[in-house]
């Protein structure tokens, strides 16, 4: 199976391919998208700390089913 390769929409980087899901008919589907960019000089940049921070707290509130 062979998957697309992605680049950044804004600076043309290659970006890695991360897995994401939804749910159709009751099961989950995966869907394979591309990841944040990871060029410091790019406007889309997302810092690995803080999107590790904000999964954590994401990922928190699933667990608990509190907001």
Known sequence: MVR??????VCGQHVTTVVRRYKTLGAWV???VAGPCRN?????????????????GA?????????
């Not at 790019?42 to 954590?56: G, L």
């Open 4 to 9: 697309e390769e992605h680049d950044c929409p």
């Open 30 to 32: 995966p869907k394979w």
């Open 40 to 56: 410091t000089e790019c406007e889309a940049y997302v810092d690995p700390e803080a999107e590790a921070a904000a999964d954590s």
């Open 59 to 67: 990922k928190g509130e699933a667990a608990t089913g509190k907001p």
